[in-house]
């Protein structure tokens, strides 16, 4: 079984940066595409980024494109979210995921596994 454990969240003023980190142990990891989600409170989930097992597929939702990065350390089992230009709009709780399969998955219902969530508020 897989256990994520998300880090890194917290508060930081409109334009400012955080770097969000998913700690992974299990088996699975290393062949599993990850996924990086957010809710927001009144909102529906939606995907912030995805990555594929071997790094080379990546997905931004079109609200973070060009200021999120997401990256993985398989050899660390930890997959990162950095975020910079943050708007007071990416106030959420964070929550990373690990798919069931290596390829590239933009949907919850592809992933398996979740975090726990880390909190993340930017004030304007």
């Known amino acids: 079984q897989v256990q994520l454990v998300e880090s890194g969240g917290g508060l930081v003023q409109a334009g400012g940066s955080l770097r969000l980190s998913c700690a992974a142990s299990g088996v699975t990891f290393s062949t599993s595409a990850m996924g990086w989600f957010r809710q927001a409170p009144g909102k529906e989930q939606e995907i912030v980024a995805a990555?594929?097992?071997?790094?080379?597929?990546?997905y931004y939702a079109d609200s973070v494109r060009g200021r999120f990065t997401i990256s993985r350390d398989n050899a660390k089992n930890t997959v990162y979210l950095q975020m910079n230009g943050l708007k007071p709009e990416d106030t959420a709780v964070y929550y990373c995921a690990a798919s069931y399969t290596a390829a590239l998955v933009t949907t919850s219902s592809g992933y398996r596994y979740w975090g726990q969530g880390t909190q993340v508020t930017v004030s304007s």
């Open positions: 990555i594929s097992w071997s790094a080379v597929s990546t």
